[in-house]
């Protein structure tokens, strides 16, 4: 599994470099990246046919990128692990039977509160 997942980042990396490649090598409309753009009679195909097969190169290129992602997220997902954090706590196991861990540390959740003698009648208020 693991060899098969090298050969297909190798490929998704060599796709990737030719897409880049392929992209800045496209003329711009705006001039400002075009490479490959310019006119003159130089070039070895005319500018239209050169665009066309730029154009589709783009398109399988991308096409290519888009497969070997789908690829290396499915293999990823084969070999994955537990798919939450919540998943990887150990269950606590209590040292003491039917203590709880605030018990076993011998501390208390609230303090207790002061007892207080409660007066045998209840105090009413009385007017002067």
């Not at 589709?56 to 070997?68: S, Y």
């Not at 798919?83 to 303090?111: F, N, Y």
């Amino acid at each position: 599994m693991e060899a098969l997942e090298t050969v297909l980042i190798v490929v998704h990396l060599l796709v990737v470099v030719a897409l880049v490649a392929v992209v800045l090598l496209q003329r711009s409309e705006g001039g400002a990246l075009g490479i490959g753009g310019g006119g003159g009679g130089g070039n070895f195909m005319s500018s239209r046919g050169q665009a066309n097969v730029l154009t589709r190169a783009t398109a399988f290129l991308a096409l290519g990128f888009f497969i070997t992602s789908i690829g290396l997220t499915v293999l990823a997902q084969t070999g994955a692990g537990p798919s939450s954090i919540l998943d990887q706590i150990p269950d606590a196991q209590p040292s003491g039977e039917g203590t709880t861990l605030l018990e076993q540390i011998g501390g208390e959740l609230t303090p207790e509160a002061p007892v207080v003698d409660e007066p045998a009648e209840p105090q009413i208020p009385t007017t002067q």
